[in-house]
């Protein structure tokens, strides 16, 4: 959480201009949140896994293949 105060809308069956403005700055705000998340993971997915993690998976699988057992 951030502490920012959330924010409410309420809608009846017929919202006032401010709420709808409401609305659309709030999912205005949610998607240009989303953009920037959405960029910078995939930055990092394009980023090649470190030797010495593959290193450490490889032994992993060759401890796991003598000893006959699955990892779930």
Aim: glycine share 6%.
């Amino acid at each position: 959480m951030s502490g920012a105060p959330e924010e409410r809308v309420t809608v009846g069956k017929e919202p006032t201009s401010a709420n709808r403005e409401r609305l659309r700055l709030i999912r205005a705000r949610q998607r240009a949140i989303g953009r920037e998340l959405r960029r910078a993971f995939d930055e990092v997915a394009q980023e090649p896994v470190p030797e010495e993690f593959m290193d450490l998976l490889r032994r992993i699988d060759e401890e796991t293949a003598k000893h006959g057992k699955k990892m779930s």
